[in-house]
């Protein structure tokens, strides 16, 4: 069981002793970002164009750049993003969540938690988004997955202790209230089709422990 009480459990900085599979994740996410900061901005068009995620290329083969690339893009989209910030952000909540995840599932069922959800986010974006233009990029699908197994896991917790429920759905009500303000004030930069689409793939694995289980 992953442990909720804070009471009980002995406090130490969030990124000590990071595991080696969320450390491997976040370093391949990073190193793509420093090869464009180095390089120029005409590698992060590279990069844009053969791994971000173009719903009009599922509805236009003919607009796929080499074999594959249809559905390589459905979680190559995750590994890059538009600017270093973007990144940078991504990336802390990656470590610092991932960190208890992989503690609990392991290294292989992180990997599979991380590429599931940013698979489904990039589903959710293309089904209300069928005609975007525009390449979807960056880990907030899976980070939004990352949330909704956390989260998940903490309302099973509490229902099964009779603990108070108010704290998660707290946590939800700022979640759903933070994209509002960010599309409200961002419209265009804010997949929050692919944020929907994390979260509820992670909110699902929560509640199965057939693939997601414990790894002990």
């Not at 090869?35 to 607009?63: C, D």
């Not at 979640?175 to 930069?189: D, E, Q």
């Not at 929907?196 to 509640?207: E, K, T, W």
Request: a positive charge.
């Amino acid at each position: 069981e992953m442990e909720f009480n804070s009471k009980a459990r002995k406090r130490e900085p969030i990124f000590n002793n990071m595991p080696p599979g969320i450390l491997s994740l976040a370093g391949i996410i990073v190193l793509i970002e420093l090869i464009i900061q180095v390089f120029g901005i005409e590698y992060r068009s590279w990069f844009l164009i053969y791994l971000g995620f173009f719903p009009t290329n599922i509805i236009f083969p003919e607009g796929n750049i080499f074999f594959g690339q249809k559905y390589i893009m459905f979680f190559s989209y995750s590994l890059i993003h538009g600017s270093f910030f973007h990144m940078g952000l991504n990336v802390g909540i990656l470590l610092a969540l991932g960190k208890k995840l992989e503690e609990h599932l392991g290294y292989a069922k992180l990997f599979a938690l991380f590429f599931s959800t940013a698979i489904f986010g990039a589903l959710f974006y293309l089904i209300i988004l069928p005609n975007e233009h525009l390449p979807m990029v960056g880990a907030s699908g899976a980070v939004f997955g990352f949330f909704g197994y956390w989260k998940g896991k903490e309302l099973l917790f509490r229902l099964k202790n009779n603990m108070k429920l108010a704290p998660v759905i707290m946590f939800f009500l700022a979640l759903i209230l933070g994209n509002f303000l960010m599309v409200l004030f961002y419209p265009f930069g804010i997949a929050w089709q692919a944020h929907l689409g994390g979260l509820v793939l992670g909110l699902f694995f929560s509640y199965s422990s057939r693939f997601f289980g414990s790894k002990s």
